[in-house]
């Protein structure tokens, strides 16, 4: 049994879905068949009720064509990746899914509490972190991030342990740009480069596929603000880690109707030019995840009223969204949180309404720009 995904599992995913779905919902992503809409997990309370939820809206986003399924270590204090752990278990004990047909992503670099903030934080980082030697305070920066090898290599193996899996299809730094508030920038690469040699250890130890970098601001600011992050010196720092043949192969960042900065500001130089990001992602041969497309909910509530003229077919405010970032040139998957069965139900309708063309999308980027 393939403990990842692979081209033949997902293609035969996309392939039980003949005639359900819309062209453009699955689409070539890292070799793979991925589904353009991909199950995020960040938001909810740390419950046993909201635990529930995810589960069932994970099996259901299954069943209605979804394959991609994004999570971190820290969301909801290692609640999220258990939920989802636990839908995955449910899908291949049924024999509904097997493990090649979906593709699991999670985060590292926040410290993660385990089920509940704690009583005493210190104490706890200090009996979890501390005395095995994983971490001492002098690693934190802001109090909650780190990114040693020693903090990643653990953290790799919690997220391993709580979403019951051998091996992770894609592994991202979580927000590294969070460093660059108390650490001078030549250091923050220095931290990457080493982040990187211990993700590419775990490449060739077989617990994930491949790496990427998951960010908030850092790869949409220009490089004139203090938390810009550049994507060739991220390149830069994998070919460090990994030589020519290195395993970084994804960026993650937000990327909305409120936010299109992905798409029309030029804050990365490649070569001789500066490029958007998404048309960086792109000319440097990595895929793009986009995340937060609904503005944290902002957009599921009203949307500018134009998008509803540009997508009349569409009954919600949170589909004409969502449906904006997946016509996008450049976008592989886009990343929408759905911690409800009517939230999959909702979302996943845009499975049978194909994207807009190339041309179409470049054109709606002019609004927005």
Known sequence: ?????????TRRFQASFEGKLAPGHFREVLGLRLSSIGLGTYLGDPDAQTDRRYVESVLAYFARGGNVVDTAVNYRFQRSERAVGEALRRAFADGKHKRDEIFVATKGGYLAYDGAFPADPGDYFHRRFEEPGIA????????????????????????????????????????PEDQLGEVQAEQVLERIAAA???????????KIRAYGVATWKGLRVPPERPEHLSLESLLAAARQAGGSRHHFRAVQAPFHLLAPEAAVEPTQKVGKETLPLLRAVEKLGLAFF?????????????APPWVADTFPDLKSSAQRAVQFVRSTPGVGVVIAGMSRVSHVDEI???????PLDADAGTELLARVS
């Open 290 to 302: 986009g995340s937060a497309p609904l503005a944290q909910g902002k957009l599921a509530r009203e």
């Open 348 to 354: 996943l309708r845009l499975g049978a309404s194909p």
């Open 136 to 175: 001492d305070f002098d690693d934190l920066v802001a109090g909650c991030h780190c990114m040693t090898p020693a903090f990643l290599r653990d953290s790799i193996e919690t997220s391993l342990s709580n979403l019951g899996l051998t091996c992770l299809d894609l592994y991202l730094l979580h927000n």
């Open 196 to 206: 990187f040699a211990e993700l590419e250890k775990a490449v060739s130890a077989g």
């Open 1 to 9: 049994m393939p403990e990842s995904a692979t081209s033949e599992g």
